[in-house]
């Protein structure tokens, strides 16, 4: 049974980088058929895709063009997780953050609200 | 990457059946898409329906199907219950990229 644990701070300042993990249980991130996504959902924005990370022999990135320039998305093998690191946060980027397994989709995190207030 | 366009509303009777449709900007939606489809119900984190265009979870009803229809990839849900009121999210790959549709609140009355 795969599972996705989410971790990261609720409220991020104005201008500041969000950061959160997402851990992995009952999978591998070395998987060969699996990426790793972060997607976020707003009342405003709806839901939103932001990128992926996935292992074919070499690492690999893919990002949304929305937020291209001020995205990272890294694994952390050691520890069998991903992170996500989103720079220069305004309060557009308040949302809740989902990541989530992208064979069917079928394994997300819990999601964590994350509000972008100074 | 695509933008995904989704009917904002549709509403249906109990027992009725109602198709919700998902189309790219790139143009027809092909296999090659891997047209997913999640049900979100208030307060809850979005649920995986069906993915790559017609697979069901174990936990999907029969009732939902997953489909091409005319360039679009397609949710039909056949005699529907009360409780498939709902959002419904169709996310469609392309270029490297995953793109959601907006949405479509689907009314049961």
């Known amino acids: 049974q795969v599972q996705l644990q989410q971790s990261g701070p609720g409220l991020v300042k104005t201008s500041q980088t969000l950061s959160m993990t997402c851990a992995i249980s009952g999978d591998t991130i070395y998987s060969n058929t699996a990426a790793w996504n972060w997607i976020r959902q707003s009342p405003s924005r709806g839901l939103e895709w932001l990128g992926r990370t996935y292992y074919r022999s070499k690492w690999y990135f893919e990002y949304a063009l929305s937020v291209r320039s001020r995205i990272t998305i890294s694994p952390d093998t050691s520890n069998n997780q991903f992170s996500l690191q989103l720079n220069f946060v305004t309060p557009e980027d308040t949302a809740v953050y989902y990541c989530a397994r992208d064979v069917d989709f079928q394994y997300w995190g819990q999601g964590i609200l994350v509000t972008v207030s100074s | 990457q695509t933008v995904v366009t989704q009917e904002p509303s549709l509403t249906v009777s109990p027992g009725g059946t109602v198709t919700l449709t998902c189309a790219s900007s790139t143009g027809a939606v092909t296999s090659g898409y891997y047209a997913n489809w999640f049900q979100q119900k208030p307060g809850q984190a979005p649920r995986s329906l069906i993915y790559?265009?017609?697979?069901?979870h174990s936990w999907t009803p029969a009732r939902f199907s997953g489909s091409l229809l005319g360039g679009k990839a397609a949710l039909t849900l056949s005699g529907v219950q009360p409780e498939d009121e709902a959002d419904y999210y169709c996310?469609?790959?392309?270029?490297?990229?995953w793109g959601f549709g907006g949405g479509t609140k689907l009314t049961v009355l």
């Open positions: 790559t265009i017609t697979n069901r």
């Open positions: 996310l469609l790959f392309y270029a490297g990229a």
